[in-house]
Each structure stands twice: as structure tokens, then as C-alpha cells.
């Protein structure tokens, strides 16, 4: 069975486009958002892609306790709110409390489990009975066949808006690799599966007090994904990574983001078209 996921205009599933989900890791501040957003939101109407925004209110598994987490749950969903009003986009943030889920449910169209939550039977739970659609972020530590689990919890709400994602797995000490084999078992599942290239590129904790990355390889693991078969690429971009306040070791420079998005924009029509072995 193959679930198509409805969110606001858009259909995502192995029966639709290639979509996007895209955004800064963190809300830096209501101008930097909104900027990204709206440039995000031409991108997409431009190359006629499928494009949800992405940022989180609050990083709460930062590597250090000094480390900017973001605006907070209240200002932090009212600039999503803005962004989702003013643009058209579907917003998607993450969501590590059971108490964050109604209220971020009632602005945002997609709420993240977070990598290292996964397996946090209570947040899946909540976030299914929520309405919102659900993006479960495999965790590093996951087998991708384990992740059906999760899969499941969510599903038993009655929700089946769910988003399978694969981010990397751990392979020794602040390292992590993607297995392409995982994509097409997540596949299996029947949901929407996505291909988050610029966590995948992380070096957690790589750089002691933060997390490092390898963005000289997102084009190459992007297309990579997108010829394995996935359903949607997960992109954080930011104008400046060097300046980044969160992720942006591993970020995708914004400017970069309209030339791949075509590219994987293209490449995935052409995957759909084969035929199926």
C-alpha cells in the first residue's frame, strides 16, 4: 500500500513529484526566517517544485549547553505562522515535548520527531493524535527495517500522514553514513521516505563543543538519493553556514539551492519514468 500525504496544496508519495523540505536549522530571527522563506517560496514557483519550510523554535539536543537553541515554543510559532500566512509554504518544525505538540500542531502543518527520539513511544503517540502530519526522523542508532516501529505507533492513532527520514547512521565515533539499501526498505512501508542529505553529512560533535560536516558532499549524496528512489530531499541552506547559529558546518549555501533543486528536480522525473523491475 501506498500512502499519498495531503498537506495544504501539495501531495507527497511515489505517485507525485519530488518534494522538498527546506529551511534554516534554527530560528535566528524573524527577518532571517522570513527572508529565507520568501526566497524559498520563489525557488518553488519558479521550478514549479513541491517545498515545505522547515525551522525549528527550539534545538534542544544541541552538543554544548552554551549553544543557541532558538526563540522559544511561543515566538518561535509566531514567526512560522507569519511565514506560513505570507508564503503558502507548509511549515514543518521539530517538536522533543509531549506538552510542545498541541500548540505547535495548530501552526505548523508537519511536526519532526527528532532523530534521537524515534523510538519515544509517548511524543509518536502524540504527535499522531495531534491531526498534523508527521515526519519521523530515523535515529541514528536504527536499523532502517526497525524504524517500523515508530511507523506503527503513529499509524495506530489513525494518522497516516506520516514521512519516513532517513539522516545517516552512526559508523564509529563522530561519523555517520548513509546506507542506500535502507532507502528501499523504508520504501517498503508504504509512506513517503525522505533523504535529510545535509544531516547525513554531519560530524556530531566533530568539532568538541559542536557539531562538524562535510558539505562538499551534499550535491553527490542529493543525487545519489534522489537515483535510489526517494520521495522528497531535506535541505538545511543558510546565506552565510559560516555564521550559521546551528548546523552550519553541514548547510547547504541558499544560493546553491535553486541549481540542485532543478537538477534533483529533474533527475527524479526521469526515475519515475523507468520501468519497474
Not at 500542531?105 to 508527521?134: E, N, Y
Not at 515508530?150 to 553514513?177: D, H, P
Not at 533523504?195 to 558539505?215: E, F
Request: charged share 20%; aromatic share 6%; proline share 5%.
Amino acid at each position: 500500500m501506498n500512502h499519498t500525504v495531503p498537506l495544504r496544496s501539495l501531495k507527497l508519495g511515489r505517485r507525485h513529484p519530488l518534494f522538498f523540505i527546506a529551511g534554516p536549522c534554527v530560528i535566528e530571527s524573524e527577518h532571517h526566517a522570513l527572508k529565507t522563506a520568501r526566497y524559498l517560496a520563489r525557488v518553488a514557483h519558479e521550478l514549479k517544485i513541491p517545498l515545505i519550510f522547515k525551522a525549528s523554535y527550539d534545538k534542544a539536543n544541541r552538543t554544548s549547553v552554551d549553544s543557541y537553541r532558538g526563540l522559544g515554543l511561543e515566538r518561535g510559532l509566531e514567526v512560522l505562522a507569519r511565514i506560513r500566512q505570507e508564503t503558502g509554504l507548509p511549515v514543518l518544525t521539530d517538536v522533543h515535548e509531549i506538552a510542545h505538540v498541541e500548540p505547535a500542531a495548530a501552526v505548523c502543518d508537519v511536526l519532526q520527531i527528532p532523530a534521537f527520539l524515534s523510538r519515544q513511544t509517548d511524543l509518536l503517540l502524540a504527535a499522531g493524535h495531534s491531526g498534523a502530519g508527521v515526519n519521523i526522523k530515523k535515529g541514528q542508532f536504527l536499523s532502517p527495517w526497525d524504524i517500523r516501529h515508530a511507523v506503527e505507533k503513529v499509524a495506530s492513532t489513525g494518522n497516516r500522514k506520516i514521512i519516513v527520514t532517513e539522516r545517516g547512521s552512526s559508523f564509529g565515533y563522530n561519523n555517520l553514513v548513509v546506507d542506500i539499501r535502507g532507502l528501499a526498505v523504508m520504501r517498503e512501508f508504504g509512506y513517503p521516505v525522505v533523504l535529510d542529505v545535509t544531516h547525513s553529512l554531519q560530524l556530531p560533535g566533530g568539532q568538541g563543543t559542536r557539531s562538524g560536516g562535510q558539505p562538499e558532499f551534499i550535491e553527490t549524496l542529493a543525487r545519489a538519493g534522489v537515483a535510489a528512489g526517494v520521495d522528497g530531499v531535506f535541505m538545511e541552506v543558510h546565506e552565510n553556514p559560516a555564521r550559521a547559529l546551528s548546523d552550519g558546518p553541514n548547510a547547504l549555501v541558499l544560493r546553491r539551492f535553486k541549481l540542485l533543486a532543478r537538477t534533483l528536480r529533474d533527475l527524479a522525473a526521469f526515475v519515475r519514468k523507468l520501468p519497474k523491475s
